[in-house]
């Protein structure tokens, strides 16, 4: 079975292109599945997540160009149904809704079948109006459509009751599970990971950490990832006078090996999918605090591995993250707590979830309206 997965790309600024590379690579160990990985766009400067050498890697635009205009001007669509004639594609995956107009129109051309991946909460799109338009345009159109989290899941059939809609969640890396680091109960570091924007909310985050130094001065709070925001972040932690405790530490590529120096991880989103930056922190051993929002609620047990803060409330976040810093015991249990729940999303397992997800959609194939879940 030919499997295509289309999507932004594979830089390291992206949790979507982790994943993809997760999953793509792990099918690519079973002779059944042969695997193609059609990206957007990449600059040359590209960070690439480790990509098995058996998928094939293709590039749909060598220049940066916004999918409207690609859509309309640069021949999108023919180009994708070209790549997918010429390599007799069984199956397409659009990965995030950005990508669902493109995907629909080319796979009813080339009458593939077609799965849409949600990679965002699909209750929220007041920042990206037209992945709004596109989420409605795909799951009412595509084969089936895969959800990360029971609560998208339960929003999916009731906006689209007649598709064929699956939960799977994203998997840990295991990289990440195999570290074998103990955890660092005596480190004063708290960390942050995600993109500059508006999503991640880190204006908030330095609003709460002003408020957490007044209280323990002697920590120190890193925050990893690039995007549009950076001058506007600086330019706060600045006004804040938190210059050297609040720190925009930029995109690295050895973030696990850095892990073992903090204490606890901090999520101030306002809205995710189901973030990889949270099991990977768990994979590390580290305690978890975030705001109480779909995606980190199926991850964090409140009071057992982490905190979920009511969304509304800094206050109450600011005595969560005390509670880690003056409670030693605590910070230690939440930490074993943490690793034991990564091991609940074990790559193998939600593989074995999308390849029963391709047979029943190869049976659609074969016998049309019997996909089944």
């Known amino acids: 079975m030919k499997v295509c997965f289309v999507c932004g790309g594979f830089s390291a600024n992206g949790g979507i292109g982790r994943v993809v590379s997760l999953l793509a690579n792990e099918l690519a160990k079973d002779d059944q599945y042969e695997i193609f990985l059609c990206s957007f766009y990449e600059t040359e400067s590209s960070i690439y997540y480790e990509i098995d050498s058996r998928c094939h890697l293709h590039e749909l635009f060598d220049n940066p160009v916004s999918m409207k205009h690609a859509l309309l001007l640069d021949h999108a ?16 995956i659009a990965c995030g809704a950005l990508y669902y107009p493109l995907a629909v129109i080319s796979t009813r051309i080339c009458h593939i079948l077609l799965v849409c991946w949600e990679h965002i909460s699909p209750s929220i799109t007041g ?3 037209f992945q709004g338009q596109s989420r409605v345009f795909g799951a009412k159109r595509s084969d089936c459509n895969v959800v990360l989290t029971k609560y998208a899941l339960k929003i999916y059939n009731q906006r ?39 999503q991640k ?44 405790k609040v720190q925009l530490c930029g995109q690295v590529n050895d973030l696990y090996a850095r892990y073992s120096d903090y204490a606890f991880f901090v999520m101030t989103s306002r809205y995710e999918g189901f973030p990889m930056v949270l099991l990977e922190a768990s994979a590390h051993r580290l305690p978890m605090i975030s705001f109480d929002i779909p ?19 800094d206050e109450v976040m600011i005595d969560r993250i005390s509670y880690l810093i003056e409670i030693d015991s605590g910070r230690a249990a939440f930490s074993q707590a943490s690793y034991n729940t990564a091991k609940e999303f074990d790559l193998s397992r939600i593989v074995q979830q999308w390849k029963k997800l391709f047979e029943s959609a190869y049976k659609l194939k074969q016998y049309p309206k019997c996909l089944g879940k």
Do not use: M
């Open 77 to 92: 669509v023919k180009k994708l149904v070209s790549y997918l004639i010429a390599n007799r594609i069984d199956i397409v």
């Open 127 to 129: 920042d990206y109006w």
């Open 160 to 198: 689209f009751p007649s598709a064929s809609n699956w939960q799977i969640y994203n998997p840990v890396d295991p990289i990440a599970l195999e570290g074998g680091i103990p955890y660092n109960i005596t480190s004063h570091k708290i960390v942050s990971v995600g993109r500059l924007c508006y």
């Open 201 to 244: 909310n880190f204006e908030r985050l330095i609003e709460i950490a002003e408020a957490v130094f007044k209280r323990h001065p002697d920590w120190i709070w890193d925050i990893y990832g690039e995007g549009e925001n950076h001058i506007r972040l600086e330019s706060l932690i600045r006004q804040k006078g938190l210059i050297g």
């Open 295 to 313: 995606g980190p609620d199926e991850i964090i047990n409140d009071g057992v591995n982490g905190f979920l803060c009511p969304t509304d409330s």
